[in-house]
């Protein structure tokens, strides 16, 4: 059985400035070179002192880098004296792989950003349990190209806190809580069942979930597993985010990614908001997971509040 996580209110690190320095580093999929250099000279035109960690800009078949390369450099981002953030070049699939080869004593200490969505879940979550809040949104290879989604990602991370408010969906469960926002991408969720880093039941959650490329019957069989193995216990409320390239069978499988998540949560009585623009869609609002938030679903709109 995952052991209980401990109550630990996520620590939000500090703000970033100008001269602050940053890392660059990744934990899953190889990306060109071209498109890291470009996201630096992005977060460079923030001000920022950007260092890229030893093995970034190698590969190791689909990989950036081995997996004991890949868990050197985020190992050397964590326990670096300087840095206030690291930032992830990418998705795809790899942290799971080195995760436990990690120590997390010094962040524990001294806290830092970690910027990152997709398969940067794991890191989310792993964070999560030792108590340090984190970023989901856009990552290194996409600054250059989606300028809205990194602007917004720019706003939250030197200073503010801004709300999501947007149009009412036709599968919203209307209601207000208050809880942690944890999460991100669904089939990460699934694949960390059974682990410390499992969906957290110490702590009321307000659960963010999206998801790319997969069948209608996984996110079925993804959402039993969840309800299943009683991971919703401690949600008050649940965002969902973009499901996106979802695919089919040559026989209909007859209910929608959206369909499927609303009824898995039907018993419930919670409030419920679809729609939301994060994940791996055009929009990708960045979200400040372990922040304490405020969810409103109502017939005219939804909002997610930041409350610290």
Not at 120 to 141: E, Q, R
Not at 225 to 235: A, C, D, G, P, V
């Amino acid at each position: 059985m995952p052991r209980s996580s401990p109550v630990l209110f996520p620590k939000l690190p500090r703000l970033l400035k100008k001269g602050d320095t940053v890392l660059v580093i990744g934990t899953a999929r190889h990306k060109p070179m071209s498109q890291i250099s470009s996201g630096i000279r992005v977060l460079e035109s923030w001000g920022l002192i950007v260092v890229p960690g030893q093995h970034v800009f190698k590969q190791h078949h689909q990989f950036s880098a081995t997996d004991l390369e890949r868990a050197a450099d985020l190992q050397w981002a964590i326990n670096h004296p300087k840095a206030k953030a690291v930032f992830l070049i990418g998705g795809g699939y790899g942290t799971l792989r080195i995760i436990n080869l990690i120590n997390a004593r010094v962040l524990l200490k001294f806290p830092k950003w970690f910027i990152g969505f997709s398969d940067i879940t794991v890191l989310h979550a792993w964070l999560f349990n030792k108590g340090i809040a984190s970023i989901h949104g856009p990552m290194v290879f996409q600054y250059n190209s989606q300028p809205e989604n990194t602007q917004h990602l720019k706003t939250l991370i030197f200073g503010k806190r801004p709300s999501v408010k947007i149009r009412s969906h036709n599968l919203n469960v209307y209601g207000s809580t208050k809880g942690f926002l944890y999460g991100g991408n669904l089939s990460i969720l699934y694949a960390l069942t059974g682990s410390a880093e499992q969906i957290p039941c110490a702590l009321p959650i307000v659960l963010f979930i999206e998801d790319i490329d997969e069948y209608l019957y996984h996110i079925d069989r993804m959402m039993l597993q969840l309800l299943r193995s009683k991971q919703f216990k401690s949600i008050c409320g649940v965002i969902v985010g973009d499901f996106t390239d979802i695919k089919d069978n040559a026989v209909p499988y007859g209910s929608s990614a959206y369909t499927i998540i609303q009824n898995a949560f039907s018993a419930l009585n919670i409030p419920l908001c679809f729609g939301f623009p994060s994940g791996h869609g055009k929009i990708n609002k960045s979200l400040l997971l372990g922040a304490h938030v405020a969810l409103n679903v109502n017939a005219k709109y939804s909002e997610l509040l930041y409350l610290n």
